[in-house]
């Protein structure tokens, strides 16, 4: 276990709807990362949060937006659900931005849009 | 435009055989490659970890080579076992500010008993 948990683990949604994913990132980590990954792809980057701020961003539209929380904590926000949005969302915290720091990651929530 | 491909897409072997993937990536400027598993329906785990100057790199009976003027990477799996039942995934990180990983697609691998 790598000590990153996410919540809930399994959502349904109908498309048009608002969904909020939550991740707990490692102890003393500061930075987080989310990622979608569909079914049979590798995760494709979303955005990114250090110390509560984005620090980039994917090529995802506006209606996917995130938080991170002063114990860097974070949240991803999809509004206005469609179809494709059904995947499993991964976060990961690392200590710092730099890349030369491992990623690690939690078990995803797999969210199904109807 | 930053891409990271995968052969074999699936691989099936029988416990105890060896395998090999295959990575190759277009990614430039060069940082890192990574390889990860990922046991279906969870996030990925480290395995390995190099940079442009690292051409073998060992975590077990995982073994990962990079050749950083082809542009490619293999990881080599000895004395498979079932619990190496999983997707293994490539991913490379541009130098650039930040993190900028790119993934690959992964290669799904089963081991039969």
């Known amino acids: 276990e790598t000590g990153v948990t996410q919540s809930p683990t399994h959502l349904i949604k109908t498309r048009g709807q608002q969904v909020t994913l939550r991740c707990s990132s490692q102890?003393?980590?500061?930075?987080v990362s989310w990622y979608q990954q569909a079914l049979g792809q590798g995760p494709q980057f979303i955005f990114q949060y250090y110390r509560e701020e984005e620090n980039g961003r994917g090529n995802f539209p506006p209606r996917f937006s995130g938080l991170q929380f002063p114990n860097y904590s974070s949240e991803l926000n999809v509004n206005a659900l469609e179809l494709d949005d059904s995947a499993l969302y991964l976060c990961a915290s690392s200590p710092g931005t730099s890349d030369g720091w491992e990623q690690y990651f939690g078990p995803g929530t797999r969210l199904t849009v109807t | 435009k930053n891409q990271v491909e995968q052969s074999p897409q699936s691989l099936i072997i029988l416990e105890g055989k060896n395998c090999t993937l295959q990575?190759?990536?277009?990614?430039?400027?060069?940082?890192?490659l990574r390889w990860y598993k990922q046991d279906t329906g969870r996030g990925p785990v480290s395995l390995t970890i190099m940079t442009f100057s690292e051409n073998t790199k060992s975590n077990g009976r995982y073994t990962a080579t990079l050749d950083a003027d082809t542009k490619q990477s293999s990881l080599h799996i000895t004395a498979s076992q079932l619990s190496d039942s999983a997707s293994y995934i490539c991913?490379?990180?541009?130098?650039?500010?930040?993190?900028?990983?790119?993934f690959g697609p992964g290669t799904r691998l089963s081991v039969l008993p």
């Open positions: 991913v490379v990180s541009a130098r650039n500010y930040g993190q900028n990983f790119v």
């Open positions: 990575c190759n990536y277009t990614v430039s400027p060069f940082s890192n």
């Open positions: 102890s003393g980590h500061n930075t």
